[in-house]
């Protein structure tokens, strides 16, 4: 099995080409099982993130299964419908997502990393406050939408930075809908709640280069999670 370097900036877009090619041409027969998420990476060149998401699109789609432990993942049937129009829906879509995963990419992780530096008792306390609410939703088997959004604030104003914490404040509806279509997702909240805690983790530990890659980390979580949301129709 050959592929070929990643080079692209959109790098799990090209992931999933070359993995649809090879399932639907037959090479990856039905039953077949793939390299690892970490063998992946390394064939394309590109980070198990990237890998992780492009196999969430072929997941949804129905072109591959995912086998619980073991960490592999092995072709389905082939499927008797045209791919193309569906992951094309999905691109069109997600670039309308495009700018206000940037902009939260630029700045969360960034926010994050300042947060483990700055955040006193209080905000702490508030952070966890907030994912006890989390928690509390999510077996009500209600959404967590407000409190994403809140949870995400309480670190823009653990941050200490004015001037963050007022871009944060005028762009909120610019990113809410990042974060609403990640809820919506299916097992949105339970995902998002456990990035949220791997977050706060790192922020306690005043390491802020541990917070900016767990703030980084849920934010690549976050578009697999919108992805899964518009291939299934959702948006």
Known sequence: MKFQTIKKTRVYEEVVKQLKELILSGEL????KLPSERELA????????????????????????RKVGGGTFSVVEKVNFDIDPMLENIM??????????????????????LAAERATEEDIKSLED????QKELIEQGKLIIEEDNRFHYLIAKAAKNEIALKIVEVIHDMIWQ???K?????????????G???????IKT???????????DHLEEVEALIMTHLAEGNI
Not at 182 to 194: D, F, N, T, V
Not at 206 to 216: I, Q, R, S, T, V
Request: no cysteine; proline share 3%.
């Open 29 to 32: 027969g039905p039953g077949e």
């Open 42 to 65: 390394k064939e394309f060149g590109v980070s198990r993130v990237s890998v992780r998401q492009a196999l969430t699109v072929l997941e949804t789609l129905g072109l591959i299964e």
């Open 92 to 113: 069109k879509n997600k670039d309308q997502l495009r700018e206000p995963l940037e902009i939260r990419r630029i700045l969360e992780p960034s926010l994050a990393q």
């Open 130 to 133: 907030s994912l006890k609410r």
């Open 178 to 180: 990042t974060r609403e």
């Open 182 to 194: 990640s809820i919506k997702a299916r097992q949105g909240s339970e995902l998002s709640y456990q």
């Open 196 to 202: 949220h805690q791997k977050i706060l983790r790192a």
């Open 206 to 216: 005043g390491k802020g280069e541990k917070a900016f890659n767990a703030m980084l």
